[in-house]
């Protein structure tokens, strides 16, 4: 039987890099880290030994987010900083904050959101919403922490997905975004020219509150056991029977970020278990 529940991080279950630069003096912004993949990503940075500062338009998840790390017991190495990725204002009081807690090095836009309905008759508002979210805030930031990124030899991690490399029907503005997101991401590589680098992360489905929550209704619209729609709807051509967690992403990012990536350099982490590789 699959289980829905996202259990609370552990400390031991983190991975600690092995890295100079994985000092407190050093700041890694973490946007989306209210919930599910960035705040795994917020608290395993601090784990590591990073500054974080955890970025979300959700209060009440970015303080879950803190408590989580107070009880990893790095409570002080993680500043949550509420902020609306739409905003353009807020996009600036981001790295100003940044800036504020350290050496601002390391860059994860991480924060996302789905809408699914046909194309002809797609909603604009959301059609747009996504695209600012996805799309303009990960370059927009960029822009704004560039200076920082390149006087640290800093890097920009961009969270991508499956749907940056092929797509499903009624999701047009997520598989458009996530496609813009490698070709940012590439961008920042030509642009970094070896002072900055860039890398996005691809998975398939992980279990975050984002997919789990949504099982339970989809099994009964569909008249499916859950078992069912996690291994035919969600894991689809996937060569395994369950989904990545949180962290797993999230030690993608800083195996990225380390001395580890040091040749990574606006290429595609692709961590699908076959899912868009193979087929039956
Ligand atoms: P999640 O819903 O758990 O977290 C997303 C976070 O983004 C939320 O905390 C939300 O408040 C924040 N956010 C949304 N709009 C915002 C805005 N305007 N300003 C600031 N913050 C905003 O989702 P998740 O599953 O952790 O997804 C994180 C990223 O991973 C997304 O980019 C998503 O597309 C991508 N992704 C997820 C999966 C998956 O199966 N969960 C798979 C591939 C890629």
């Known amino acids: 039987?699959?289980?829905?529940?996202v259990e609370p991080i552990e400390r031991e279950a983190i991975h600690e890099f092995d890295d100079d630069r994985f000092t407190r003096e050093r700041v890694c912004v973490v946007t989306g880290a209210a919930s599910g993949i960035g705040r795994a990503l917020a608290l395993a940075a601090a784990v590591n030994g990073l500054t974080v500062l955890a970025t979300d338009v959700d209060e009440d998840g970015l303080a879950e987010t803190h408590s989580h790390a107070a009880r990893l017991e790095v409570g002080d190495a993680v500043e949550p900083f509420v902020a609306d990725l739409t905003d353009d204002d807020d996009?600036?009081?981001?790295?100003?904050?940044?800036?504020?807690?350290?050496?601002v090095t390391f860059l994860a836009n991480v924060a996302g959101l789905q809408h699914v309905a046909p194309l002809e008759s797609f909603p604009?508002?959301?059609y747009d919403r996504l695209q600012r979210v996805m799309v303009r805030a990960p370059f927009?930031?960029?822009?704004?922490c560039w200076p920082n990124l390149e006087a640290t030899d800093g890097c920009v991690g961009n969270m991508a997905s499956v749907h940056g490399h092929y797509v499903t029907s009624g999701k047009v503005a997520y598989n458009v975004a996530k496609f813009a997101v490698r070709g940012l991401t590439q961008s920042i590589a030509a642009e970094g020219d070896g002072a900055v680098r860039s890398f996005s992360v691809s998975t398939g489905y992980v279990k975050t509150p984002l997919v789990t929550d949504q099982i339970p209704e989809t099994a009964a619209q569909r008249g499916?056991?859950?078992?069912?729609?996690?291994?035919?709807?969600?894991?689809g051509q996937a060569r395994t029977d369950d989904m990545m967690t949180p962290l797993e992403v999230a030690h993608q990012f800083l195996?990225?970020?380390?001395?580890?990536?040091?040749?990574?350099?606006?290429?595609?982490?692709?961590?699908?278990?076959?899912?868009?590789?193979?087929?039956?």
């Open 1 to 5: 039987m699959t289980e829905l529940s």
């Open 91 to 103: 996009l600036e009081s981001i790295a100003v904050a940044a800036r504020d807690l350290g050496d």
């Open 124 to 126: 604009l508002e959301a």
């Open 140 to 144: 927009v930031l960029s822009r704004h």
């Open 224 to 235: 499916l056991e859950v078992d069912e729609v996690v291994e035919d709807v969600m894991l």
């Open 255 to 280: 195996f990225g970020f380390s001395d580890l990536g040091a040749h990574l350099n606006g290429g595609d982490l692709l961590l699908d278990d076959g899912m868009t590789l193979t087929y039956d």
